[in-house]
């Protein structure tokens, strides 16, 4: 996903000071914090950013006339900005913040289900293709549509690796295919799909596709007019930003085709007691009082990113990647799910003999933080013939030195359980 430019090293150890929650401890141990995939630590930037907000410009959004309102909207706006450029949407009026990557999933659902008549509407009998590597946020709002609407589901397999078969993917396009809602990169097995040819397919087939960036967005370069999806997730708090803050980006006809999801202030242009109108994109989307702080938090996450250089910052996590891959091979006990080439610093594993949740209670008191569980993607889970994994996930601030306590953590946690 780099560009191919020059990539400057990363500062990281500077770059931690940035993190004040990296500062404290864990039972008396360092803190390595391997948990970015479910949710990232706040640099300062994002933090100050939030803080000047409330303390100098906060008012709502929009509607107002004076000097507060006038700088918070100008703020909201720029964030808005912010993110198009970070992604290279075509305008800022392409992006609709949600309160999270599942708000912008279930936005989408519905406003494709309740519109009956209009582009891009999907009832019975129309196929939507997802892939059993998919998050729940992107398996359930589905559903609903098949259980209100009788939808049908038809699911493309993976690899072992988590690899798209592009053939297979080809084969479940029908003259009733009407969308392709499929992840970016996966949050279990950090494969990254072939999106600008999955995208091309499917639009060869007259459907339209939307992509779960909501891991992709935050280990590299995602350009949506060069994928050219019709949709597209990310959520901030993944992104270093806050939680409570996510974007949908759609391509503008896309949008202006689709009837509001939630009905209040802003997103209307008329109101009687007789009718109702509709704002345009993106305001049609974000009824009543916007996230305006988190989008403000947000704005400043993807700014900090950009500072940092996001070529750079994959290139780190890379290397983080290739250091603990190589190290967990070594360790006989301990098996990996997913080696896809070009794959993400997310890493499933499971210690021999040892269930996911004991294996990630044990690092802990090491100071070592690692998810367990199916992270919310049970077909992925049943598709690998387990019920759980322990998940380490890398960022920017996360060294070679942490790989080493994840290392040491597994070798005791292996001695204490065998």
């Not at 914090?33 to 933090?47: C, E, G, N």
Request: glycine share 8%; hydrophobic share 45%; net charge negative.
């Amino acid at each position: 996903m780099s560009d191919g430019s020059f990539i400057n090293e990363l500062d990281v150890v500077a770059l931690r000071e940035e993190f004040p929650i990296l500062e404290r401890d864990a039972y008396g141990k360092p803190l390595v914090y391997l948990d970015s995939a479910a949710s990232a630590q706040k640099p300062r930037a994002v933090i100050d950013a939030m803080r000047h907000a409330m303390e100098h410009s906060y008012a709502n959004v929009h509607r107002g006339l004076h000097l507060l309102s006038n700088e918070a909207t100008a703020a909201f706006e720029d964030a808005r900005k912010t993110v198009a450029k970070f992604i290279n949407a075509g305008s800022p009026n392409e992006i609709i913040f949600t309160s999270g990557g599942t708000d912008a999933f279930n936005l989408v659902s519905y406003a494709m289900g309740a519109n009956v008549d209009g582009s891009g509407a999907i009832g019975e009998g129309d196929e939507i293709i997802l892939s059993l590597a998919e998050h729940h946020s992107n398996i359930v709002p589905w559903h609903l549509l098949r259980e209100r609407k009788g939808v049908v589901l038809k699911w493309l397999d993976i690899s072992d690796d988590g690899e798209f078969d592009i053939e297979a993917y080809r084969a479940l396009f029908t003259a009733r295919t009407k969308l392709v809602a499929v992840t970016h990169m996966s949050n279990v097995l950090g494969a990254l799909t072939p999106a600008k040819q999955l995208a091309a397919i499917a639009h060869e087939y007259g459907a339209k596709i939307l992509f779960d960036g909501c891991q992709a967005g935050v280990h590299g370069r995602v350009d949506v007019r060069d994928i050219d999806c019709d949709l597209y997730v990310m959520t901030g708090h993944k992104l270093y930003g806050p939680t409570g803050i996510g974007v949908l980006y759609g391509k503008k006809s896309v949008l202006a085709a689709l009837p509001p999801f939630k009905g209040g202030g802003e997103m209307i242009d008329l109101v009687t007691t007789e009718t109702v109108t509709y704002n345009d994109p993106p305001h049609r989307f974000e009824a009543g009082t916007p996230p305006i702080l988190e989008a403000i938090g947000l704005g400043a996450a993807l700014q900090w990113m950009s500072a940092k250089g996001v070529d750079a910052i994959a290139a780190h996590e890379a290397r983080l990647k290739n250091h603990v891959l190589e190290e967990l091979t070594k360790l006989n006990f301990v098996r990996i799910y997913g080696r896809a080439p070009g794959k993400a610093p997310i890493i499933a594993f499971a210690v021999e003999g040892a269930h996911p949740h004991d294996v990630s209670a044990i690092l802990d008191r090491t100071g070592v933080a690692v998810r367990a569980g199916h992270h919310c993607a049970q077909p992925l889970m049943k598709r690998l013939a387990v019920t759980a994994t322990a998940r380490a996930s890398f960022a920017a601030y996360n060294t070679h030195e942490d790989v080493e306590a994840l290392i040491a953590g597994l070798k005791k946690t292996h001695e204490m359980l065998s």
